[in-house]
C-alpha cells in the first residue's frame, strides 16, 4: 500500500457560459427606456412648467423669485448643515458598531440589524410625538428652546439615516477583509483608534458615501418632524411655498435636485482624486 | 524550565468546549526558523494566534525573550506577523503600507522614509513604494506583506501559509527569498504550512501536528527519515507501507506473502505480531543491485515527473513506489512487466499496525 502527498491534479474549470441571447438583451433596453421615461418625463415637465411664471414667455423668473425670497436662503442653509451634521453623527455611531459587530460579534448581526430598521417601520408622526413627550418634559426640556430642538431634531435625522447608513456600511464591510487588515494593524502596534482612523474609515470612503448621499437627500426636505419642532427648514418653508405660490414650488424643485446631483458629482470627483498616503 | 527565546508551555485552546490545540510544548531558540506542519484544521494557525496574541490559552504560558506574554495584546508584542491573505492596506500605497508600523509607533518622516527604503531593497521592489496594493502580482503583494511586517524590527515573525494563494513557480521563488532574507536579518521565525515540501525546504526544525498535537519535532531529516508515529511517517513525503508478520524479532525479519524481508535493527515486537514494514521510494530499486531484500511484481504504473520517474509496482493486495532517477539513456520499464525489486535492510523500519 502506497501513501502519497503529492498535490491532487486540479479539476477542470466549469464551462465557459454562452453569450446572453438577442432577445433578453432587446427586453433590457426597453425597461431602460421606460424606466428613464418614468424619472426624466415629471422633471422634465416640471422644468417646464417652472419657466412659465411671466405670461407668454418662457424664462426664469420664478428662480429670481425664489432666491429673492428673504426665506428662502436662511431655511435652505440650515436644512444642508442640519444635514450634515446629521450624517456625522450617524456615521460616528454606525462605523464603529457595524465594525464591531462585524468582528466580534457576527452573532448580533440581525439583532443590530432589526434595530437600525426600526426607524423604517415608526412612522414620522408617531416617532415625533414620542420624542416630543419623552425629551420635552422636565426634567430633561430638550424642546423649551429653537436650539436645543435643533439638537434633537439632527439626533432624529441621524436615527432616521440608520437604515441606509448601517446597510451601506455592512456592504462595505464584506467587501473588504476586516479580520485581516485589523489583525494585520494591530500586529504592527496600532490601538483601535488608530485602526478605525486609519484602516477602516479610509477603505469604507465609497460605501460612506452612498449612506451619506441617501441621507443627505431625506434630510434635506423633511417636513413632519421639522414642523413638529417648530423648525424653520427647507421642509416646512417648501410646504408654505406649495400653498401660495404656483410656479415657485416647481423651480425650489428642480433648484434642490440640481444641488444634489452637483453634490453628488462634486464627491465623486473628490473620492477619485484623493488617492493620499 | 526556559532557555528558549520563545517557549510555549502546556498551550490549550479550546473553542466552546471544542478542543483546537492541547499539551503543545515548545522552545525557539533566537535566530530559529521553526515550521507549523500539518493537515488542514490540526491546530497550526491557533497556535501561531496565540502566539501574536490573537486569541488567548485556555491553559499554558507564552513566553517571549524572558517575558510572559500569555496575555499581553497583540499590538504589545513587536511581533510581525504574515497573513494568507496578505492583508495589506488597500488605501496606502507600498510605501505607506511598509511605513505603517512606524507611523504608529511615531517615528520621524525621515527615519520612515529611510527605512521603507531599506526593505523595498530587500524585496528588490526598490521602485514600487508609489504602486497601490492592487497594481501588485500577488507574488509581489507578499513581499510587501513581508516588508511591512520587518519594517517594525519585530523580535519574532509569524507566517501563516503565506505562499498558499501563489502559483506554483512563484511560490518556490519567494520560498527561496523568505529564507535568503530570514538568514540575512537572523529573525526568529515561525511559519506556519500544510505543505511538506516547504517544511522540509526551509526549517532548521519542524512540529508536526495532528488533530491538536504535536506529533514530533525535529530537522527536516530527523522527520523525514526517523518519523516517531506513522501519521509524520505517512504525512511527510511519499511511503510505501507493507503488512507484515513479524518473523524473529531478535534479527530483524519479517514475512511478506511468505517471503522473508530483512529489517536493518531488532524488532520491538513479538514474533508472529501483525506489523506494517515502511520504506520510502528513493530507496528501492529495479533490479537486483539495490539491496539484499528482493520482491518481484507487475508494473502497475509509470509516470514521468522529470528529474524522477516514479513506478508503481503491484505486490498481490499491495503495492511498492518507487522513485528512479531520469537520464536520457534510461529504459522506461512498461506497465504490465514481470520486475524484481530490492532495497537494502537498513532502508526498512517497522511500526504498529494501527
Ligand atoms: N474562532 C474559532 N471558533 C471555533 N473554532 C475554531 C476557531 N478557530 C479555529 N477553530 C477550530 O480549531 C481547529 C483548528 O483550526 P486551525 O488552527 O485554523 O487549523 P489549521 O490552521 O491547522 O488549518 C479547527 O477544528 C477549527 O475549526
Ligand atoms: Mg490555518
Request: hydrophobic residues 45%.
Amino acid at each position: 500500500m502506497t501513501i502519497s502527498t503529492a498535490p491532487a491534479p486540479l479539476a477542470a474549470g466549469p464551462p465557459v457560459s454562452a453569450a446572453p441571447a438577442r432577445g433578453s438583451r432587446l427586453w433590457s433596453w426597453l425597461a431602460f427606456l421606460v424606466v428613464a421615461l418614468y424619472f426624466v418625463l415629471p422633471l422634465v415637465a416640471t422644468f417646464y412648467w417652472s419657466l412659465r411664471a411671466e405670461k407668454g414667455v418662457l424664462g426664469f423668473e420664478a428662480y429670481r423669485k425664489l432666491f429673492a425670497d428673504a426665506n428662502f436662503l436662511p431655511a435652505f442653509s440650515e436644512s444642508i448643515v442640519n444635514a450634515v451634521l446629521a450624517i456625522f453623527l450617524s456615521l460616528l455611531i454606525i462605523v464603529p458598531t457595524a465594525y464591531w459587530v462585524t468582528l466580534r460579534l457576527p452573532g448580533l448581526r440581525p439583532v443590530v440589524e432589526f434595530i437600525t430598521l426600526l426607524p423604517f417601520v415608526i412612522p414620522a408622526v408617531v416617532l415625533v410625538f414620542g420624542l416630543i413627550r419623552l425629551y420635552g418634559r422636565p426634567p430633561l426640556l430638550l424642546t423649551a428652546t429653537y436650539g436645543s430642538s435643533r439638537v434633537v431634531l439632527v439626533c432624529v435625522y441621524a436615527a432616521i439615516s440608520f437604515p441606509y447608513m448601517f446597510r451601506s456600511v455592512d456592504n462595505g464591510l464584506r467587501a473588504m477583509d476586516v479580520r485581516g487588515l485589523t489583525e494585520a494593524a494591530q500586529g504592527l502596534g496600532a490601538g483601535w483608534g488608530t485602526i478605525l482612523r486609519k484602516v477602516i474609515f479610509p477603505n469604507l470612503r465609497v460605501a460612506l458615501l452612498s449612506g451619506a448621499l441617501l441621507t443627505f437627500a431625506i434630510v434635506i426636505g423633511e417636513l413632519t418632524i421639522a414642523l413638529f419642532m417648530a423648525q424653520h427648514t427647507l421642509g416646512p418653508y417648501m410646504a408654505e411655498l406649495t400653498r401660495s405660490k404656483v410656479y415657485e414650488p416647481s423651480a425650489m424643485a428642480i433648484v434642490a435636485f440640481a444641488i444634489t446631483w452637483a453634490a453628488m458629482g462634486m464627491i465623486a470627483y473628490i473620492s477619485r482624486e484623493r488617492k493620499q498616503m | 524550565m526556559s532557555g528558549g527565546f520563545l517557549t510555549l508551555e502546556g498551550v490549550r485552546k479550546e473553542f466552546k468546549g471544542k478542543l483546537a490545540v492541547d499539551r503543545f510544548d515548545l522552545e525557539v531558540a533566537p535566530g530559529e526558523f521553526v515550521s507549523f506542519l500539518g493537515p488542514s484544521g490540526c491546530g497550526k494557525t491557533t497556535t501561531l494566534r496565540m502566539v501574536a496574541g490573537f486569541e488567548h490559552p485556555s491553559a499554558g504560558t507564552v513566553r517571549l525573550a524572558g517575558k510572559d506574554v500569555t496575555f499581553a495584546k497583540p499590538n504589545e508584542r513587536n511581533i510581525g506577523m504574515v497573513f494568507q491573505s496578505y492583508a495589506l492596506f488597500p488605501n496606502m500605497t507600498v510605501a505607506g503600507n511598509i511605513g505603517f508600523g512606524l507611523r504608529v509607533r511615531k517615528e520621524s518622516a525621515a527615519a520612515r522614509e529611510r527605512r521603507v527604503a531599506e526593505l523595498l531593497e530587500l524585496i528588490h521592489l526598490p521602485d514600487k513604494g508609489k504602486s497601490y496594493p492592487y497594481e501588485l502580482s500577488g507574488g509581489q503583494q507578499q513581499r510587501v506583506a513581508l516588508a511591512r511586517a520587518l519594517a517594525i524590527r519585530p523580535q519574532l515573525l509569524l507566517l501563516d501559509e503565506p505562499l498558499s494563494a501563489l502559483d506554483a513557480k512563484i511560490r518556490v521563488e519567494l520560498r527561496s527569498e523568505i529564507r535568503r532574507i530570514q538568514r540575512e536579518l537572523g529573525i526568529t521565525t515561525i511559519y506556519v504550512t500544510h505543505d511538506q515540501e516547504e517544511a522540509l525546504s526551509l526549517s532548521d526544525r519542524i512540529v508536526v501536528m495532528s488533530a491538536g498535537q504535536m506529533e514530533q519535532v525535529g530537522t527536516p531529516f530527523e522527520i523525514y527519515n526517523f518519523p516517531k508515529t506513522s501519521f509524520v511517517a505517512a504525512f511527510v513525503g511519499t511511503l510505501n507501507q507493507l503488512h507484515c508478520t513479524v518473523a524473529d524479532a531478535g534479527s530483524g525479519a519479517v514475512a511478506f506473502n511468505g517471503q522473508t524481508i530483512r529489517v536493518g535493527s531488532p524488532i520491538q515486537f513479538a514474533k508472529g505480531t501483525r506489523v506494517l514494514m515502511m520504506l520510502r521510494p528513493e530507496e528501492l530499486h529495479l533490479g537486483e543491485e539495490g539491496g539484499d531484500n528482493r520482491l518481484s511484481g507487475k508494473v502497475d504504473t509509470v509516470t514521468f515527473l522529470g528529474g524522477v520517474v516514479r513506478v508503481r509496482v503491484g505486490l498481490g493486495d499491495s503495492n511498492l513506489t518507487l522513485d528512479i532517477l531520469n537520464e536520457r539513456t534510461l529504459r522506461l520499464p512498461t506497465v504490465g512487466e514481470q520486475q524484481t525489486l530490492s532495497f537494502p535492510p537498513h532502508a526498512c523500519w517497522v511500526m504498529a499496525e494501527n
